[in-house]
């Protein structure tokens, strides 16, 4: 588990760096270009206020009474997600959909493995029927599917 | 008047087509099956359910599918409130407080029908006064120019970013940064390539669709993994619907003043629903005979603000339909899709596009009507729906959530980008940064950015033309007015005060 400050001290240090990113980047785009107002004028509006908000969630996480704790458990299957993410280019749909299920539900909901398969297959069937054969989506279904 | 009652006529023309009733009666059927399921609000639910309305060529029908998946979601919002406590949205919170206690009570029934009833009624009311309203609105909106549009987003940005219930500056902080990831792409003006870091599938911005069902869809998700068990459903049988004599006679006042005050209050860009439900429950509050009775069961603390949330929702088009500008993050999600149907909010729709603007509203009379009908004979239905387990629930919408991104650009970068918002939807969660506002500000980033450089090209690179119009100057004055009341207000702990907790009714 991580604290609740260390939660909000995350978020605010994902925003410092997404303002200086921006604020680097509205720089080499330039705040006038040929007499007018250039593409780079707004981000560095934005990233320049919002710096400083940055930096104080960063110092006092406090201010944010209301933050949580992060567990375990949802990090843990954020990676499992994005596993599942990166295979699913090249495994298809349908295979990868229902080994992730079957995971997530024991993993993450503790069912016995057999609900787990049946709850996986009827979930992947239920897509592929609906999206793929009712309403055209052209989902990859098999690693052999372009 | 006449000419808004014949285009109204057309509009309606188009509403009862077949094909357009099968889109709303199954938008409002998704609309409240997925909104009733424990933990999903209206906006996971919209977000979840876009896909299915690229299926629907017409634009119009698409929209109409739209509206009605968002009334169906309020809808089923309000029943999570009333019998598990759990507020499907924000506005939400204010049902909970009485409705629970009345499912406590054992009268779990009048309110539902209470709520579904002042629904539909504050909904019929909003959508009459749009129909003289929006026309209006569009005709006044087509003298604004570059600075009054920047003046507007602006407002409505700090309305939307103060308006969360928690402290101002983070609303703020999610609203900027909600601008900085909207501006990434193709600068629309110079063509230029903006933080797009060589990323080929980002130079037409990042894709809002799965950005949504990854904030709100997998953050809940995530979210809920560690809170299993927390709502219980509190009643089996929801037993008589029918409201007492007593209630109606409590219940009426409630609903017409909540109609009017949500109708008000959504006209404003970026008004929302939480303060329209909050001011109908303070008013409420302060008329009743019975003060005391509230919070331990009133049913005009349940008329009152659902019928506000719901008149609030409706009128929240006109700023959509007439500016331009999405009021909150769920009319955030309709600009999106009307963008996606090739379709362009804003002053000339009405005249670009009347059959959409007519037959929207038009839709709307027939999406309460239809809501009214499926949802009380139903109510039985969806207290089941309530006892689906999160074991099921979760993978079923994850599933839903992969192949719906995908499926918008027929791309797995867009699952990419739904895993990684969904991340981020968790983390600003639990750091209790509300995402609303970064949403409102993505969709109007490029508003904000055109019309800044337009306004600066028509003063010739001085900035004080924004402040120096009339129009723009007064909103420009109202926006720091706001910023600084809603600061003191919070420094004064007044906000804390009033946003009740569901988990604690007053």
């Known amino acids: ?146 | 008047m006449t000419e808004a009652l014949q285009q109204l006529a057309y509009g309606f023309s188009l509403a009862i087509q077949p094909a357009n009733l099968v889109y709303a009666f199954v938008g409002a059927l998704l609309g409240t099956f997925i909104g009733v399921l424990p933990g999903l609000g209206p906006l996971t639910t919209i977000a979840v359910l876009l896909p299915l309305t690229y299926q629907v060529g017409d634009p119009l029908g698409a929209l109409i599918m739209l509206a009605s998946i968002y009334y169906g979601a309020m809808y089923g919002g309000s029943t999570t409130s009333i019998l598990l406590n759990v507020p499907g949205e924000a506005a939400s919170v204010i049902t909970c407080i009485d409705g629970y206690e009345m499912a406590k009570q054992g009268r779990a029934g009048p309110a539902l029908a209470i709520a579904a009833i002042g629904s539909f009624l504050a909904g019929t009311v909003a959508v009459l006064a749009l129909t003289f309203v929006g026309p209006a609105f569009a005709r006044f909106a087509l003298t604004f120019g570059p600075p009054e549009y920047f003046a507007l987003a602006t407002f409505g940005l700090a309305l939307a970013s103060t308006l969360t219930g928690g402290p101002p500056l983070a609303g703020v902080a999610m609203a900027l940064t909600g601008i900085l990831l909207g501006l990434v792409g193709i600068d629309t003006v110079t063509g230029v390539d903006r933080f797009a870091f060589g990323v080929l599938q980002l130079t037409n911005g990042i894709e809002l669709v799965p950005m949504l069902m990854g904030l709100f869809g997998l953050g809940e998700i995530l979210y809920n993994l560690e809170r299993r068990g927390a709502a219980s459903l509190l009643t089996n049988r929801i037993g008589r619907l029918t409201p007492t004599r007593r209630d109606w006679q409590e219940s009426g006042g409630a609903m017409a003043r909540g109609s009017v005050i949500g109708f008000l209050i959504g006209l404003i860009p970026g008004g929302g629903a939480i303060l329209a439900a909050l001011l109908s429950y303070t008013v409420e509050r302060r008329l009743s005979r019975n003060p005391e009775a509230f919070g331990k069961g009133a049913i005009a603390g349940v008329a009152g603000p659902e019928s506000a949330n719901n008149a609030g929702a409706t009128s929240a088009f006109v700023p959509l339909l007439t500016l331009g500008l999405p009021g909150n993050a769920v009319t955030a999600v309709l600009f999106a899709a009307l963008l996606i149907q090739n379709v362009q909010p804003g002053p000339l729709l009405l005249q670009q596009h009347p059959d959409i603007f007519w037959g929207v509203i038009a839709s709307m009379y027939v999406g309460n009507t239809m809501l009214l009908v499926l949802n009380l004979p139903l109510v039985g239905l969806w207290v089941q729906l309530l006892r689906v387990p999160f074991w099921v629930l979760g993978p079923s919408v994850l599933v839903v959530a992969v192949v719906g991104a995908y499926s918008l650009r027929n791309a797995w970068f867009d699952v990419g980008v739904l895993i990684v918002s969904g991340a981020v939807g968790y983390l600003l969660r639990k750091a209790a940064l509300e995402p609303s506002p970064l949403v409102m500000a993505f969709i109007l980033a490029d508003v904000l950015d055109t019309s800044l450089r337009q306004a600066l090209l028509m003063g010739d690179g001085n900035p004080l033309i924004i402040v120096s119009r009339p129009l723009s100057g007064v909103i420009l004055a109202l926006t720091v007015i706001v910023l600084g009341l809603q600061l003191v207000a919070f420094r004064r702990g007044v906000l804390l005060e009033t946003a009740p907790d569901p988990q604690e009714p007053a």
């Open chain 1, 1 to 146: 588990m991580i604290g609740r400050a260390a939660s909000v001290r995350i978020a605010a240090a994902g925003l410092l760096l997404l303002a200086l990113l921006f604020g680097a980047g509205s720089f080499q785009l330039g705040f006038r270009q040929e007499g007018v107002p250039g593409p780079g004028l707004l981000p560095a509006l934005t990233s320049v206020l919002l710096l400083p908000i940055a930096g104080r969630l960063l110092l006092r996480p406090s201010i944010l009474p209301g933050a949580e704790p992060l567990r375990a458990a949802p990090l843990l299957a954020l990676a499992v997600l994005a596993v599942y993410g990166a295979v699913l280019p090249y495994g298809g749909f349908v295979a990868p959909t229902v080994v992730f299920l079957v995971l997530w539900v024991v993993a993450f909901h503790r069912r016995p493995l057999r609900r787990a398969v049946v709850l996986a297959v009827l979930l992947a069937a239920g897509a592929v029927a609906l999206f793929h054969l009712l309403l055209g989506v052209p989902i990859p279904l098999w690693p052999w599917h372009e």
